[in-house]
């Protein structure tokens, strides 16, 4: 085609459409899973018209079929069912619209639902999305909630009561989307990140009542993991009753059983908070109380021991000692100090008695020489020689007379 065409020699639309038509006719049967978005059954019409979405992309496509195919499942069939066609890609030129002409319709089976989750939770689990490390906490008293639900659902309403009555100051921020249906899952992923993106919003709830496992498939799609898995807000999962499994309880930080017991979880009871504190309180001052009637009774048992109950008493005993001690130094002291004494007189007496002076005081005389030396010895004396005697009062001058004898 693009060969056959040029700038100077175009194509005609309807030789375009042709070609495209011939090419589509080459495809021959496929058959084709898909959900049933819209169903549009016309009364006394040869066909039935069918808007066949690919419940993971937004794409669709148009499915006619006659009314006898239809008719095989129509019981059964209804919009957001999950269906597989046997059909023929047909082109219609004159529009330039492409459709699935069905020969077959077949139910996708509760089993093969189930067994095709199964997989893509084995998958997920692989890749370390449902771990506890990942999963962060629940705020203890968020000043804000982000609520996803159902407009006018009895989940938002057990949600928005039961979490005032327990905490009347608590805010919410609601997104109403369809929880069921083939837009529920694009819905929903946008309002988790709208509700992730506002600072204000600590904890996410997703809510739904019970349904069948058809209904609640929208809460086990691969984009709604992924996209509660990037929150960097912690989401509650409250999905269905306890029973109910989707995987975005797998994923979601915290897993209420019921919308009502994600009231419960998110936010506190200001009833028993304040029975908390009273508690607490009462504890606090039992343990003070006891402390103190501790701390008193050991400060009496010392304050009852003698050397705090009468302190003075050690120390004038000490004090008695050390007057009685210095007593007796005092006595031996003057004892010492007497035989000292006594000592000294002896001593004194005897220097006394053999004092040269005492000698001099009996009548005797010290010759001396001009130099000092004394005389001992009368050869040592020279006639006409000058001496000095020295007598107990004094001294004077004598002279050697010549020995006449």
Wanted: charged share 25%; net charge neutral; glycine share 8%.
């Amino acid at each position: 085609m693009a060969n056959a065409s040029s700038p100077e020699a175009p194509l005609p639309v309807g030789k375009v459409s042709a070609l495209i038509g011939g090419w589509v006719d080459r495809l021959g049967e496929v058959w084709v899973e898909g959900q049933i978005a819209q169903l549009n059954r016309r009364p006394g019409a040869g066909m039935v018209f069918l808007t066949l979405r690919d419940p993971d992309r937004d794409v669709s496509l148009t499915v006619t079929c006659f009314r006898q195919v239809f008719e095989q499942v129509a019981d059964a069939v209804q919009e957001g069912a999950r269906v597989i066609v046997r059909a023929k890609p047909e082109w219609y030129t004159a529009r330039g619209a492409l459709s699935l002409r069905a020969s077959e319709l077949r139910l996708v089976g509760l089993g093969e639902l189930l067994a095709r989750l199964e997989q893509l939770k084995r998958r997920l689990f692989a890749e370390g999305l449902f771990e506890d490390a990942r999963k962060q906490p629940l705020p203890f008293l968020p000043g804000c909630v982000g609520l996803v639900t159902g407009r006018g659902s009895a989940a938002e309403r057990d949600v928005l009561e039961n979490a005032r009555r327990r905490w009347p100051a608590v805010r919410f921020e609601v997104r109403n989307v369809p929880v069921q249906g083939p837009q529920a899952v694009g819905r929903v992923c946008e309002a988790v990140r709208e509700l992730d993106a506002l600072p204000e919003v600590e904890v996410i709830v997703v809510a739904r009542g019970g349904g069948s496992v058809e209904d609640l498939l929208p809460f086990s799609d691969e984009e709604l993991v992924r996209t509660v898995a990037a929150a960097r807000t912690p989401v509650v999962s409250a999905i269905g009753h306890e029973p109910d499994r989707p995987l975005l309880d797998f994923v979601a930080d915290f897993r209420a059983s019921t919308p009502t017991d994600a009231a419960k979880r998110v936010v506190p009871d200001v009833g028993e908070e304040l029975a908390r504190v009273r508690q607490l309180r009462d504890q606090a001052r039992r343990a003070v109380l006891h402390r103190v009637e501790r701390e008193s009774a050991g400060l009496a048992s010392v304050r009852s021991r003698p050397a705090l109950a009468a302190p003075t008493e050690a120390v004038a005993a000490r004090g008695a000692e050390v007057e009685a001690l210095v007593e007796r130094a005092r006595r031996a002291l003057g004892h010492r100090l007497d035989l000292a004494q006594s000592d000294l007189g002896h001593a004194l007496a005897r220097v006394v008695a053999l004092s040269p002076l005492a000698t001099l005081e009996r009548g005797y005389a010290v010759l001396q020489k001009a130099d000092g030396t004394v005389l001992t010895d009368p050869a040592q004396a020279v006639a006409g020689e000058a001496l000095r005697a020295r007598v107990a009062g004094g001294s004077f001058g004598v002279r050697v007379e010549p020995d006449e004898g």
